[in-house]
């Protein structure tokens, strides 16, 4: 039961600056990566699973308390990976329940 609860939900943000009407990937101003757990396991699988990356299901994690400051004030485009995060959780937590 202790390794379910030490997997974790990690979503990425990832700053962009407009050049020439393009979003062009940025250096970061701090940590971009930050946890969203308790959120997206609280939705259940089927629904965390329709938090898409490159999208505004997973845009709007950024607006959670767990984001880093600089990210949620962040001035110009981004995106947030969460995707591969998400199907890792509950694949983890599928296979821990089946060994319990």
Not at 6 to 30: C, E, M, S, Y
Not at 46 to 56: P, V
Request: net charge negative; hydrophobic share 45%.
């Amino acid at each position: 039961m202790q390794s379910i609860i030490a997997k974790r939900i990690v979503a990425t943000f990832h700053p962009q600056a407009w050049v020439n009407n393009h979003a062009v990937d940025v250096d970061a101003q701090g940590e971009c990566q930050f946890d969203v757990t308790e959120y997206v396991s609280a939705l259940g699988e089927e629904k965390a699973s329709a938090i898409k990356d490159y999208s505004d299901s997973s845009d709007d994690l950024v607006s959670f308390a767990q984001a880093p400051e600089w990210a949620k004030n962040w001035p110009g485009p981004f995106f947030v990976t969460v995707e591969q995060s998400i199907d890792e959780y509950f694949k983890f937590a599928d296979v821990a329940w089946d060994w319990l």
